[in-house]
């Protein structure tokens, strides 16, 4: 039996799952582990942390599938974005890595737009330059912790530090260049006299490989503590977003995935280099092709911080019941009509990213009044993160992307009354794929196309990748939705002053 092995480094947990051919998930596991906030304005990971929950979840999922690790043709890696991790010459981690949500370097952020230029910038990367990228955390490190920086060998992304470990191979996926901003979109290279402008010594950022490159093969030592064998192939990987599109058959133009993880977005594949500074755009997995993303800090991380912290009942009579307290609260809010009774919800729990770019924009309940349930406060959360989406979506289409059906992935995708919402608020006809794990699987079909188990793109989605449902829009909710939807975009608007004074 070929088997594929998919390495998720997700924000909050790491997922495996050992897939075959047909795309049919023999096994999973997953382990979580901490996000850190030691001050205001930072998230931290440790790296150290995910290659431990790799290794206990990859022999989780080897016994759980009952095959041996003989049968794995080959390793795919996937990982959150903008991660910079120093690492000296002997491969330790010399400090955590800030994630996608800090935003820490924007005095960084600011001094290099100042020396180089935003133009110059923007032209070359087709990104905006902001304290969540990878760029100005190299910068903060330089000028906040010299000592990690004097000792740092090369700095490395989520899923390329995975792919270390297990190969002892330092590298950097294409898909990930669009973190650091002397990257040239267009040709898939570093430039060298735009990194020596900002400041980012020639020599600390890896090799770049294509996704689907083979950089390696699984080493002794990282066979031992994984419970694998050594001499399997790890293909470079790919940022998770990109690892989702391919993952859900979002592969030619306009075909479109929608982001349900601990974060929330969209991915527009493209033909075409397509930038815009009020969206990301990165290189996708499949040669030749970009994606114009949404990025929000608003996705389902925002139902699992609900559920943290305001079900402490439905988590206590979960086990009574038989369900657990995220579908509890998801039953409470179909109890709800369409458009919460006019509470409204923004859902910027982290600052926010696209379309706004506001580290310092917050969350907010509107709407508020003595016949409000925690029903409507569950819905108005779920259709807030559905706002987020359209902002996205719209924005995309104004700047010439072409989006008529959405690819539902992530564990949001399996709440069928928050991919409805969806639908109905964004107005586009939204497919789910037949796994919950289309991050895994796209990291898997990457491992798949590099040691020729597929003999293309094409091919791995045609016999990977299934729908399982569709969602239609609903136009009898149109006319709550779009009252709503007018108030969120005002709510920012006119609290945007306010939130920036602290």
Known sequence: MELLLGIDIGTSACKVSLTRRDGKIISDASETYSVYYPKAGYAEQDPDEWWKAVCSSVKRCIEASGCSPSDIAGIGIDGQSWSAIPVDRDGNVLTRTPIWMDHRSETQCEDIRRRVGEDVLFGLCGNPLTSPYTTGKILWFRDE?????????????????????????????????????????????????????????????????????????????????????SGIPVVAGGVDSACAALGSGALNNGETQEQGGQSGGMSVSTDEFRSDPRLILCSHVV?????????????????????????????????????????????????????????????????????????????????????????????????????????????????????????????????????????????????????????????????????????????????????????????????????NYGIYLELYEKLKDTMHKD
Not at 165 to 183: A, E
Request: with cysteine; glycine share 12%; proline share 4%.
């Open 287 to 483: 040669p030749g092709k970009w994606l114009l993303q949404g990025g929000t800090t608003g996705g389902g991380g925002v139902m699992r911080w609900i559920t943290r912290e305001f079900a402490a009942y439905e988590r206590e009579h979960s086990a009574e019941i038989g369900k657990g307290a995220m579908a509890q609260l998801d039953d409470m809010a179909a109890g709800v009509s369409a458009g919460s009774d006019g509470l409204v919800f923004l859902p910027y729990m982290a600052g926010e990213r696209t379309p706004i770019w506001d580290s310092k924009a917050k969350g907010v309940f509107y709407g508020m009044d003595f016949s409000k349930t925690k029903g409507h406060f569950v819905r108005a959360a779920m259709e807030g993160v559905a706002f987020s989406l359209r902002h996205n979506l719209e924005t995309a289409e104004s700047a010439g992307a072409s989006v008529s059906l959405l690819r539902a992935t992530g564990g949001s995708a399996n709440s069928r009354l928050w991919t409805q919402m969806k639908a109905d608020i964004t107005g586009k006809p939204i497919t789910v794929p037949g796994s919950d794990n289309s991050t895994n699987l796209g990291a898997a079909l990457l491992a798949g196309v590099g040691v020729g188990l597929y003999n293309s793109f094409d091919e791995a989605v045609s016999e990977a990748v299934r729908v399982t449902r569709r969602h239609d829009p609903d136009p009898a909710v149109k006319e709550a939705y779009d009252k």
């Open 145 to 229: 912790m010299p000592d990690v920086y004097a000792h740092t060998y090369k700095i490395l992304q989520s899923n390329s530090f995975i792919a270390y470990r297990l190969t002892g191979v330092l590298s950097h996926d294409v898909s990930q260049g669009y973190g650091i901003h002397g990257f040239d979109m267009k040709k898939g290279v570093w430039n060298e006299d735009v990194l020596q402008k900002i400041g980012i010594p020639s020599g600390v950022l890896p090799d770049l490989y294509s996704c689907h490159s083979i950089i390696g093969r699984v080493t002794e030592k990282a066979a031992g503590e994984c419970g694998l064998i």
